[in-house]
């Protein structure tokens, strides 16, 4: 049984989510195919839970999704009610979190899914009994709301496919205009759109975000009823009264990011500019909540109660690992109670990049909880007495053995900055100098899988005798990327020193790896110190080139890129350039680095990927129709795969002997043999040589 904790007026309980009694190794595969749970929403009439359940299947190469209903207090099992279709991305590559819509006789749910290449809005009966599409537009439906007659369903929809697929065409035939819109570093006619099929893409938004051709063009709105299913159409005027709940109102702070709406006009938000952090309006009066979970933690999320005059509220310590907490804020006596106190957290985002807050009723919050030795489950929590109860465990067939429990870890740097993280102790018999490290930099978030972007199989290098510390990156500079860079550099540096004195790990075998901002961090790590062995990369860091593609973006990309790195047009010139760009770092690599990107953006690395293969430093694999954050679960498993066999390669002299693994074993046996002349040293910074890029090679 794995147990996590709760408090309730100062009385620790446990709670329990069954699993079987015997532990056994979690493979890569069965990582992939862990299951996640989203969409939680409880009905309106507070008996009942609709939820979502997300299996990634190699097999078929995709994302599995199903509906269920839970009845609330009641021990009878969860309904499927209905084939949730392919699951819908965001443009980066995250499953999208849309919570369904309950009709008001909590009878029927309704949501949008991707059947057959189309988006169509669908309805359920809670019961069980049936489910079918209530349109079928031409178009692809971008959101739904509950109209304010409560008898229908007013939706919005995009461009009509005929039109999108004529406009790719006029394109194709008359040539592709290349202006600020147009990502030249991804293809650029009929790309993949996740299950969709293929579309042609351009930015349409805010830094990076894209969208369709005619993704810009006007919305239109409709009325469907769910019982007769007649479609109507419907104005701005109705989509806008409907949705006014979304809105902020009158006497809101100026800093609100977030909101929740109770009854006659209460509201609550969270500030994070501001020393209170979680303010509410009712009846005219701002009340502040003064407890130190609203004013010295992180808040992640916030609903108002139906019915009561409490807000629930969730929380995480500031610069901590998640320990996402629960609670309950009276805005009338100013009382904050603290429901539910976890080692993770209580919204199962597997990526650590995406934040909900549990759903609330009138008489319980039902959270999806995942903690760093506890898989996704689906709890309920008594908002009267505390008390918690296991819902549903999709993955109740995982179990972790007691010494592969993972643990937070707090530590300082020399400058006395507070750092924390979870770290994976490994597994087998120390080697005669300690076990080597794996580290992860971004975000640690819910159960431990792979990281942010889900690459690097945390579990199977744990049991192949790989310690794992997945490092919580702290608040960054708001302006100063360099800052947040060095800040990062000194953190890693003491976690290493820390767990060498402490965990038996040998620091002249530290392997690192990251996506994203976690990717920056692991390139500045091996241009700028010798604490490294070897690195496994997953997204681009900025270059010259990164720079050309992106220099017309609409969305402010070049005032951003100013703002935060300090960088303007490319010059070799330039210190701050060479700084930040690997491009002008390439001579300060002497470690061998793995290369997993996505075709979107695998172009942008170019210029120091190419210079590091001509010293037998790089080894790159490209994965087709990925954007940002993988999300095929066939690319998924290789991914994990080949990370696996590369730290173990680097950081433990290990081959799989598996005939079909003998190519790349080939080819890193080459690169090893150039190994030996580089002086290796795990002591302190790189020296600051001279340097020549490919940017610098016309």
């Known amino acids: 049984m794995i147990k996590y904790r709760f408090t309730l007026a100062g009385i620790s309980l446990a709670c329990l989510c069954a699993l079987p009694a015997k532990a056994e190794n979690i493979s890569p595969r069965a990582l992939v195919e862990l299951a996640d749970i989203s969409h939680v929403k409880i009905s309106p009439d507070g008996a009942e839970v609709a939820f979502r359940v997300e299996r990634p299947s190699v097999e078929r190469n995709t994302v599995l999704t199903t509906w269920y209903v839970k009845r609330l207090h009641s021990d009878a099992p969860p309904i499927a009610i209905a084939d949730g279709g392919t699951a819908l991305h965001t443009d980066a590559g995250l499953v999208l979190n849309e919570a369904p819509i309950w009709s008001p006789d909590s009878q029927y749910v309704f949501y949008r899914a991707l059947w057959k290449g189309q988006v169509q809005l669908w309805s359920a009966r809670a019961d069980g009994s049936g489910a079918h599409a209530l349109t079928s537009e031409p178009g692809d439906i971008i959101d739904a709301t509950l109209a304010t007659d409560g008898q229908s369903l007013l939706f919005r929809t995009g461009a009509v496919r005929a039109d999108i697929r004529a406009a790719e065409m006029k394109e194709y035939n008359q040539g592709i205009r290349i202006d600020g819109s147009v990502n030249i570093g991804?293809?650029?006619?009929?790309?993949?759109?996740?299950?969709?099929?293929?579309?042609?893409?351009?930015?349409?938004?805010?830094?990076?975000?894209?969208?369709?051709?005619?993704?810009?063009?006007?919305?239109?709105?409709?009325?469907?009823?769910?019982?007769?299913?007649?479609?109507?159409?419907?104005?701005?005027?109705?989509?806008?009264?409907?949705?006014?709940?979304?809105?902020?109102?009158?006497?809101?702070?100026?800093?609100?990011?977030?909101?929740?709406?109770?009854?006659?006009?209460?509201?609550?938000?969270?500030?994070?500019?501001?020393?209170?952090?979680?303010?509410?309006?009712?009846?005219?009066?701002?009340?502040?909540?003064?407890?130190?979970?609203?004013?010295?933690?992180?808040?992640?999320?916030?609903?108002?109660?139906?019915?009561?005059?409490?807000?629930?509220?969730?929380?995480?310590?500031?610069?901590?690992?998640?320990?996402?907490?629960?609670?309950?804020?009276?805005?009338?006596?100013?009382?904050?109670?603290?429901?539910?106190?976890?080692?993770?957290?209580?919204?199962?985002?597997?990526?650590?990049?995406?934040?909900?807050?549990?759903?609330?009723?009138?008489?319980?919050?039902?959270?999806?909880?995942?903690?760093?030795?506890?898989?996704?489950?689906?709890?309920?929590?008594?908002?009267?007495?505390?008390?918690?109860?296991?819902l549903f465990d999709p993955n109740a067939g995982v179990r972790i053995a007691e010494s592969e429990h993972a643990r937070a870890?707090?530590?300082?740097?020399?400058?006395?900055?507070?750092?924390?993280?979870?770290?994976?102790?490994?597994?087998?018999?120390?080697?005669?100098?300690?076990?080597?490290?794996?580290?992860?930099?971004?975000?640690?978030?819910?159960?431990?899988?792979?990281?942010?972007?889900?690459?690097?199989?945390?579990?199977?290098?744990?049991?192949?005798?790989?310690?794992?510390?997945?490092?919580?990156?702290?608040?960054?500079?708001?302006?100063?990327?360099?800052?947040d860079y060095k800040m990062a550099q000194s953190g890693v540096s003491a976690a290493i020193d820390l767990l060498s004195r402490t965990a038996n790990i040998d620091p002249d075998r530290v392997g690192m790896g990251g996506l994203s901002f976690g990717s920056e961090i692991t390139m500045w790590m091996a241009m700028r110190t010798n604490l490294l062995r070897t690195a496994s990369i997953s997204s681009p860091s900025i270059t010259p080139f990164y720079y050309w593609i992106h220099m017309n973006n609409a969305t402010g990309f070049q005032a951003r890129l100013k703002r935060r790195w300090g960088l303007g047009a490319p010059n070799p010139g330039d210190p701050q350039w060479r700084t930040v760009s690997p491009a002008f770092q390439t001579d300060n690599v002497h470690i061998?680095?793995?290369?997993?990107?996505?075709?979107?953006?695998?172009?942008?690395?170019?210029?120091?990927?190419?210079?590091?293969?001509?010293?037998?430093?790089?080894?790159?694999?490209?994965?087709?129709?990925?954007?940002?954050?993988?999300?095929?679960?066939?690319?998924?498993?290789?991914?994990?795969?080949?990370?696996?066999?590369?730290?173990?390669?680097?950081?433990?002299?290990?081959?799989?002997?598996?005939?079909?693994?003998?190519?790349?074993?080939?080819?890193?046996?080459?690169?090893?043999?150039?190994?030996?002349?580089?002086?290796?040293?795990?002591?302190?910074?790189?020296?600051?040589?001279?340097?020549?890029g490919l940017s610098q090679l016309q």
């Not at 609100?256 to 709406?261: D, G, L, N, R």
């Not at 579990?459 to 360099?482: F, K, M, N």
């Open 186 to 390: 991804m293809p650029l006619f009929r790309y993949n759109d996740y299950d969709a099929g293929l579309y042609t893409h351009r930015f349409n938004g805010a830094w990076m975000q894209q969208g369709r051709l005619l993704s810009d063009a006007p919305l239109s709105v409709k009325r469907v009823n769910w019982l007769s299913l007649q479609v109507n159409a419907a104005s701005q005027a109705d989509w806008s009264q409907a949705t006014h709940d979304a809105t902020m109102p009158a006497g809101a702070p100026a800093d609100a990011t977030m909101i929740a709406k109770g009854a006659d006009g209460a509201a609550a938000f969270i500030t994070q500019t501001t020393r209170s952090a979680l303010t509410a309006l009712q009846a005219g009066h701002t009340l502040i909540c003064p407890a130190p979970s609203c004013t010295q933690a992180r808040i992640t999320s916030v609903r108002w109660r139906p019915g009561a005059s409490e807000v629930i509220f969730t929380s995480t310590p500031v610069n901590s690992v998640a320990m996402e907490t629960l609670h309950a804020w009276n805005v009338v006596t100013g009382k904050v109670r603290d429901l539910l106190a976890t080692d993770g957290t209580l919204t199962g985002q597997p990526s650590g990049l995406v934040e909900d807050g549990c759903s609330v009723g009138k008489d319980d919050a039902v959270c999806v909880l995942a903690s760093e030795n506890t898989p996704p489950c689906l709890v309920q929590v008594d908002l009267d007495t505390g008390q918690v109860k296991t």
């Open 409 to 483: 870890l707090s530590w300082k740097d020399k400058e006395g900055l507070a750092f924390s993280g979870v770290f994976m102790p490994a597994q087998g018999a120390k080697p005669l100098h300690g076990y080597p490290l794996f580290i992860q930099y971004y975000k640690c978030k819910g159960f431990p899988r792979g990281g942010v972007g889900d690459e690097w199989p945390f579990r199977s290098l744990s049991e192949a005798g790989i310690a794992v510390l997945c490092i919580q990156a702290r608040p960054p500079h708001p302006d100063d990327a360099v800052a």
């Open 592 to 692: 061998p680095l793995l290369f997993q990107m996505s075709e979107e953006e695998y172009l942008q690395s170019i210029e120091y990927v190419a210079p590091l293969w001509t010293r037998h430093l790089a080894d790159m694999y490209v994965f087709p129709y990925e954007p940002h954050i993988k999300y095929q679960p066939v690319h998924k498993l290789a991914v994990y795969t080949r990370n696996l066999d590369w730290l173990r390669y680097w950081l433990q002299d290990y081959e799989d002997p598996a005939p079909e693994k003998a190519e790349q074993y080939a080819l890193w046996r080459q690169m090893k043999a150039h190994d030996g002349s580089r002086g290796l040293s795990t002591q302190g910074e790189n020296p600051a040589t001279p340097h020549v």
